[in-house]
């Protein structure tokens, strides 16, 4: 009986051999002592007992009977010999009796290489086990800034709360995620249950995955299991049955494809207004089939806090009444405000009211909108955020970053110590940008001077306050505020004891968007514009050139008033980019060059800081409390400083 099954093992072997000797790939078993020859030294640390998944087994510690072995750990030598002999013996043993010994093994980026065990491994695998046991020690190179390993410095940290060894990411900042989605609150270790409760997810998940044909999309099962859990939250996941669990994979099986190659190529950011072009006839099938909308249509926005208490929410609000007001009897408005963003009645009970269109006007609401989309398809959902890609969720934002380009070059010409402040609320996606702009235009006008940075949300202490340490003379603050609060707003000179002065601000003028967005509902074209009929994700992130930002200034000399106007022209009509230029980081890295423009994606995703920025990007466990659940959905290099 073994005999036979060595000569099945045998076949599958011979077979993984030649698909990767026909595609020039080496097809042994890969051997780690070659791998990291010529490595700087590594520390080491032992695991001791340990559960090993099976397919993260990647291959042997020496180059001993390498070529015994296919890369898939399939047998490669004939049947007659011994080796051929002990493997049948041991898979009678271990067909009677079980695996007893476990195996020895090296860790390393998170890939497992046999010392001793390579038989039993070959065995187990070909009987189909998941996992066995080893005694392990973890091999953990030197920190560089290559982003494989910061994922892997992501998953230690990640390993040392959970001791969960199995789940793989690409993502930067997934590991956290994932962790906050089991514990949003605090950072303990998991314990036995939690332990319990997410591999029971990941292996339903996994299992309904592979089988709808998640084995031919190239993204990690990790990564799309962070997707299902951020779509129907974590303690929702837990709960559900085996069953339930297919259903849901199947209901949203377009996010998973679209995410399909790991990557960010599945979004396509919207920068300007679409033409609308239409022949006579599509005209009258969008009337026949009742995509233009004749009647009243029901607007409404959700926001996070009310406009009393955030200035985002007030401005928001502002924004909506300009688009009543432009649309008259075609539209009703309405605004609505929540303070739990995990409370998806809100939009349920909109949608019940005959609301068609629903705006949510901050990232924090980006989940209840995801899950309400899901789950009505024929009612349009927006979310106003920056990185989050949904098939069934489209996404907006404003390129702030160009604003901030030409008010850093206003603080450049006007500082008298060339010492600069600059106070951020969190370190979302486009928060860096925004930062990294404000630097480069102080940077054009004033070579010479440096920026400090300092954060709102940050525990204890006032930003301001520290910022005065350095001898600043200028600040650029928050843009938006509270009604009645005491707290400046955009750009503003200092002057001893007196209050600051405002000197620029940017204007968000999100009606720009929500005009551009409700006509296309209005005249029937969401669905058929060239970037709907895409396939992509869609993102909306608009700029200067469509009049979605601006900049205001208060009192500037003439000089600096012209070089304001001349800025904001070049940046309109697009013959200046703030990131067009040879930019290095604060660790001296060049991370642009010359007359190399970054792409929009590039720019959201910054997550260094440029070289005349005093200041880092904290770790989330040095923000307050209230921020962490913002944070740890769109929060950029949480280990920043690790």
């Known amino acids: 009986m073994a005999y036979t099954d060595y000569q099945k093992a045998l076949k599958t072997g011979e077979k993984t051999y030649k698909t990767l000797a026909s595609k020039g790939k080496y097809p042994y078993l890969p051997v780690l002592e070659d791998m990291i020859a010529g490595e700087p030294p590594m520390s080491q640390t032992r695991l001791g007992l340990i559960e090993i998944p099976i397919e993260l087994i990647a291959g042997t510690y020496t180059s001993g009977r390498t070529n015994a072995f296919a890369r898939d750990f399939m047998p490669l030598l004939p049947p007659e010999t011994e080796f ?21 093994a090296y860790e390393y980026m998170n890939r497992y290489y046999l010392v001793e065990g390579n038989k039993r491994v070959s065995v187990q695998k070909y009987m189909g086990a998941v996992a066995i046991e080893g005694n392990v020690i973890r091999m953990v190179p030197q920190k560089n800034d290559t982003a494989e390993n910061r994922i892997y410095y992501e998953y230690l940290d990640f390993y040392a709360k959970t001791k969960v060894n199995y789940i793989l990411m690409s993502r930067e900042g997934n590991y956290e995620r994932l962790y906050r989605h089991v514990h949003p609150n605090d950072n303990d270790k998991f314990s036995e249950d939690d332990m319990l409760d997410l591999k029971y997810i990941y292996c339903c998940f996994r299992k309904h995955y592979l089988e709808k044909g998640g084995d031919k999309l190239k993204a990690r099962i990790g990564d799309q299991l962070l997707t299902y859990m951020d779509i129907f939250g974590y303690e929702n996941t837990r709960d559900q049955s085996s069953s339930e669990i297919k259903d849901n994979v199947a209901k949203v ?28 006839a599509q005209s009258i099938a969008h009337i026949i089939t009742g995509n233009v909308i004749p009647q009243k249509l029901k607007v409404a926005f959700v926001h996070f806090k009310t406009a009393e208490e955030s200035g985002w929410t007030r401005r928001h609000d502002h924004e909506s009444m300009k688009v009543k007001e432009k649309f008259g009897e075609r539209i009703e408005v309405k605004s609505v405000a929540t303070h739990d963003s995990s409370d998806i009645s809100v939009l349920e009970n909109l949608i019940a009211e005959g609301y068609k269109v629903i705006f949510t006007t901050t990232p924090v609401l980006s989940t209840i909108s995801l899950r309400c989309a899901i789950d009505h398809p024929d009612i349009i959902i927006c979310n106003c955020s920056l990185n989050t890609a949904y098939m069934h969720l489209r996404t907006y934002y404003l390129r702030v970053y160009e604003a901030k380009y030409i008010i850093g070059a206003i603080a450049g010409a006007m500082t008298e110590t060339d010492k600069i402040g600059y106070i951020a609320d969190y370190p979302i996606y486009g928060a860096p940008a925004a930062i990294n702009a404000f ?8 070579p010479r001077a440096k920026v400090w940075l300092d954060w709102t949300s940050l525990k204890g202490g006032d930003p301001l306050e520290r910022l005065k340490t350095h001898d ?14 005491d707290n400046y707003t955009g750009l503003c000179g200092l002057c001893g ?15 720009v968007v929500y005009e551009s967005l409700i006509r296309s509902v209005l005249n029937g074209d969401w669905n058929s514009s060239e970037s709907a009929q895409s396939g992509h994700v869609l993102n909306y992130y608009w700029g200067m050139s469509t009049g979605a930002i601006d900049v205001e200034t208060f009192g500037l000399y003439a000089g600096t008033g012209q070089l304001e106007y001349i800025l904001k022209s070049m940046v309109k009509n697009g013959t200046m980019n703030p ?14 060059k010359t007359a190399n423009c ?27 409390e209230e921020s962490h659940e913002l944070l740890s959905q769109l929060g950029v290099r949480l280990n920043y400083e690790k």
């Open 598 to 624: 970054m792409s929009a994606s590039e720019i959201i995703n910054i997550d260094w800081l440029v070289d005349i920025v005093e200041g880092t990007i904290p770790d989330i466990s040095q923000f307050k």
């Open 439 to 446: 630097a480069l235009g102080v940077k054009l006008t004033n």
């Open 497 to 511: 004891d007196a209050d600051p002065v405002k000197l620029a601000v940017p204007k968000w003028n999100w009606s």
């Open 84 to 104: 051929a002999t002990k493997w049948s013996e041991l898979y009678d043993s271990l067909c009677e009796s079980g695996q007893r010994d476990p195996v020895v």
């Open 253 to 280: 099986w377009s996010e998973f494809t679209a995410a399909g190659n790991g990557d960010d190529s599945h979004l396509q950011m919207v920068t300007e207004p679409e033409e609308q072009k239409k022949s006579i």
């Open 472 to 485: 600043i003379d200028i600040v650029s603050f928050p843009d938006l505020t509270a009604r009645n609060s």
């Open 579 to 592: 990131f067009s230029c040879e930019i290095y980081d604060q660790k001296h890295n060049l991370v642009n």
